[in-house]
């Protein structure tokens, strides 16, 4: 019966680690703020320290709401929100590796096929299978990409080897 | 100068005569305005060759034309994606989207596409008229009421978009400390930038938008099938022209709210600064405030897309009063348009009405014509639109994160600005899992600066004295609402107990 009660106590404990991250980056953000500004004219310090205090102020509030929760037993700091579904954690790392890779490799290889290799690469991360799919999609948007954002709008993005074998058809 | 019936129809056979003009201006805008990153200003800038070739008045009619349809367009990927194509969109998500993922998104769609043209259309004709009376607003607005107005809208996004209100503030705060990055205005000393160059001139607010909405929208989305739950699949694969009527019944039912809060973002609009973000805001909390049922708000109420989306248009017209009246851009757009007016050697702010009435007066007419234009072409387009929420998510993801990443590079063209839209992406993941809502910290990247300028003008005019923000009576009022609407919900929550408890003795 004990144990059953406090099994039942446990699973009914919220989970606010997770809601903690916010607080901490923004207060951390505003403590190296106003480390920044300590030897600036008062001008150049006065709203970062006043939009600095408060916002330290107010993670203050929460985190004591926070402790007063957990010495009544509310809560613990599992970070469960923030994670959940856990089965989808390496589908949601790989995309974001692709997403970090977009901008690295771009300079280099150009809009066009960096878009092409993006898209192809995240539809396999994400389960994609069918071929044609796999083809239409990576072909599709860099081909509408560089129509409507390259040659349409003559927006300048990172030229490659596409952007240059374009240019020398045309 | 004054209106006759006679100049009125004139000005209007005249705007209607350059169709050829606003029609493509109207697909390009509602294009642009559905991609993130693709604001009114930067097509605008885009084109910026094309407008100087052409007459003034047919440049500006295309301006004003691209700059209303974007603002309609920016609704489109908020309700269908969450993913506002414009900031003054951001408000459109809190019940556009809970409609789309209950499989309601074409009565959505056609919600906003009404409260847009409705909101534009009423707001544009009574700024034809009242031009020089609402020139006037500005005069009674400044640095001192503006720091509070601007606080007073962040308060307003926290308050409404947040789970509670400490989390909103904390947002709110960190999206406004975030805004004061950058090199200081006067000595030009560089602060919280990390040493770098690129943020010297701040944060870049299209990459903010695109990684704390979009970005972070999409990481969000891989985690489910599809945007629409189980339960809206049905409705949302049927999608049919009874969905369209429905959406226009409702809309015509709530003429009214449609009318008012309209009238909210055009007061804002006025405001130099203020903008559509915050216009859209301020109307969905005080149609809120003033509902018989708050409580549906945030749950996919009708009237929670009618308000930011009438406000949002609202302001179109409000941002260029105080260009043609006093020659001072009310945001980014009308900056554009003033440096369109200058190229061609046309003079703005009150000898704009003096040496060129009809091409003033006509700027608003082609929008009044705009707006016809606008709900003809964009009604039959929300039923293929809404089949957007039954894509996988899947297939969805990879093409928001490509397509977007492409806005944030496009107004300074830096790679360095991916990088951004990516960190912002990261902490806008986290503050959707953990409920703080992204709109809250966008806002307050947004306001950061402004507030910033206005505070030290303040405090420059007043020798440094704090207390000259309490020294204004429009001021102190806007601090009693401010300071009321922190209070409200609280207010709200003891009267329900209250209520709750009488009900049980």
């Known amino acids: 019966m004990t144990t059953e009660t406090a099994r039942q106590g446990r699973t009914k404990k919220r989970s606010v680690g997770a809601d903690l991250v916010i607080p901490i980056m923004a207060a951390g953000y505003a403590l190296y703020y106003i480390y920044t500004v300590l030897d600036y004219p008062t001008e150049a310090q006065i709203n970062g320290l006043f939009l600095g205090i408060v916002l330290c102020l107010l993670v203050v509030v929460l985190l004591a709401r926070v402790a007063a929760q957990w010495f009544r037993g509310e809560v613990d700091f599992g970070m469960q929100r923030l994670l959940a579904p856990l089965s989808m954690i390496p589908s949601r790392l790989v995309f974001l590796g692709l997403t970090i890779a977009y901008i690295v490799v771009i300079p280099w290889f150009g809009f066009t096929l960096t878009t092409f290799l993006f898209v192809l690469g995240s539809l396999l991360a994400l389960g994609v299978r069918s071929k044609k799919l796999l083809v239409l999609m990576p072909l599709l948007s860099a081909a509408g990409g560089y129509i409507f954002f390259i040659a349409m709008l003559n927006t300048r993005f990172p030229k490659g080897p596409v952007e240059h074998f374009l240019a020398g058809m045309f | ?505």
Not at chain 2, 220 to 228: G, L, P, S
Not at chain 2, 291 to 311: I, M
Not at chain 2, 347 to 367: D, K, T
Request: proline content about 5%; overall charge neutral.
């Open chain 2, 1 to 505: 100068m004054e209106l006759s019936a006679d100049t009125v129809l004139e000005l209007f056979l005249h705007s209607l005569s350059l169709w050829w003009v606003i029609v493509p201006a109207i697909v390009v805008g509602i294009i642009m305005g559905a991609i993130p990153g693709f604001a009114a200003h930067n097509t605008i800038i885009i084109l910026l060759p094309l407008t100087l070739m052409v007459p003034v008045e047919v440049a500006l009619t295309f301006m004003v034309a691209l700059y209303c349809a974007t603002h309609l367009g920016g609704g489109i990927p908020a309700i269908l994606m969450n993913i506002p194509g414009t900031g003054g969109a951001a408000a459109t998500t809190l019940d556009g989207h809970e409609m789309a993922k209950q499989g309601k998104a074409q009565q959505a769609l056609v919600l906003a596409f009404a409260a847009s043209t409705l909101g534009g259309l009423i707001t544009s004709i009574v700024t034809l008229f009242a031009l020089p009376v609402l020139s006037l607003v500005g005069y009674y607005v400044h640095s001192v009421e503006m720091v509070v107005i601007m606080l007073f809208g962040l308060t307003l996004i926290a308050v409404i978009a947040a789970e509670d209100t400490v989390k909103g503030l904390i947002a709110g705060f960190f999206g406004l400390m975030l805004g004061a990055m950058g090199a200081d205005h006067v000595y030009a000393a560089p602060r919280g930038t990390f040493g770098l160059l690129e943020l010297f001139d701040g944060v870049p607010l299209i990459p903010a938008l695109i990684g704390l909405f979009a970005i972070s929208e999409a990481f969000v989305m891989i985690e489910q099938e599809t945007i629409v739950s189980s339960k809206g699949q049905d409705r949302a694969q049927r999608a049919s022209w009874a969905d369209t009527f429905e959406g226009l019944r409702i809309a015509a039912a709530n003429w009214w709210h449609i009318v008012w809060t309209s009238f909210i973002g055009l007061l804002v609009g006025v405001l130099p600064g203020a903008g559509a973000s915050i216009g859209a805001f301020v109307a969905y909390q005080q149609s809120r405030f003033f509902s018989k049922e708050p409580e549906k708000y945030g749950t996919g109420y009708a009237k929670g897309v009618l308000a930011p989306e009438a406000a949002n248009n609202g302001v179109t017209s409000g941002t260029l009063v105080p260009l043609l009246a006093i020659g001072i851009p009310g945001g980014s757009t009308a900056a554009v348009m003033m440096i369109v007016l200058q190229f061609h050697g046309v003079p703005f702010g009150p000898r704009l009405f003096v040496e060129s009435p009809l091409l003033a007066f006509g700027v608003i007419m082609s929008m009044v014509v705009a707006y016809i234009f606008m709900i003809l072409t964009i009604l039959p387009m929300a039923r293929y639109l809404a089949k957007v929420t039954v894509i996988p998510t899947r297939l969805l993801a990879p093409m928001i994160v490509a397509f977007t990443l492409v806005g944030a590079f496009v107004p300074r063209s830096f790679v360095f600005d991916l990088g951004v839209a990516v960190a912002f992406g990261v902490i806008g993941y986290i503050a959707r899992k953990t409920g703080y809502h992204v709109a809250a910290i966008l806002i307050g990247v947004i306001l950061g600066p402004l507030v910033e300028q206005s505070y030290i003008r303040a405090l420059r005019i007043s020798l440094g004295d704090p207390l000259v923000l309490f020294s204004s009576t429009l001021g102190n009022v806007l601090w009693v609402m401010l300071v009321l609407s922190l209070a409200m919900p609280y207010i709200l929550n003891w009267l329900r107990r209250r209520k709750a408890a009488q009900a049980a003795s």
